[in-house]
């Protein structure tokens, strides 16, 4: 029987898994990080921040992307976001407060933040994309850490969705 956390983590993860028909699935090479932020700890950590990063170039980008598409993508992703923190709250998480970003993230929220027009739709796509990219390693690794069975559900269904959104930002640069 499936206890109440894990199923209530199932149907949270249901939104936020994604067919990635077309898409590359195999998961990039894990980026070289300390032993000590590889442990499940350090990897929740890691994704609230990456999250946190994702959801506020998304927010800048919902109301200054010129591109019409770029914007709906950052309507989605900010939604995804809030419910892919409401998901690590279900596996049983501590998520009461958004994580202070690094400093390099801070520094590019800043500069999307003093650009406009087509400088920021590029600045924005590069941003969401590395994002993705480091937000895809993170929970690859969070996978692989045999940690709890509820962080192994999350990050399999969070890394096809990033591998989906990797494929539309593709789209969306070309």
Request: aromatic share 2%.
């Amino acid at each position: 029987m499936i206890e109440r956390r894990m199923a209530a983590l199932l149907l949270a993860g249901a939104t936020l898994a994604g067919c990635s028909a077309g898409a590359d699935t195999t998961p990039p090479p894990l980026a070289a990080t300390p032993a000590g932020s590889r442990a499940p700890m350090g990897l929740h950590l890691a994704a609230l921040q990456g999250g946190a990063f994702l959801m506020q170039t998304a927010q800048l980008g919902v109301g200054r992307a010129r591109s019409p598409e770029l914007r709906r993508f950052c309507e989605f992703e900010a939604s995804e976001q809030r419910g892919l923190v409401q998901a690590m709250g279900l596996a049983g998480h501590a998520v009461t407060a958004p994580p202070a970003l690094p400093p390099a993230k801070m520094a590019m929220v800043q500069g999307l933040s003093d650009s406009r027009g087509a400088a920021f739709d590029r600045m924005l796509l590069a941003a969401q994309q590395r994002g993705h990219s480091e937000a895809l390693e993170t929970f690859a690794a969070l996978r692989e850490a045999g940690g709890t069975p509820a962080d192994g559900v999350l990050a399999l269904l969070a890394e096809d969705r990033i591998r989906e959104h990797l494929a539309m930002l593709q789209m969306l640069r070309a």
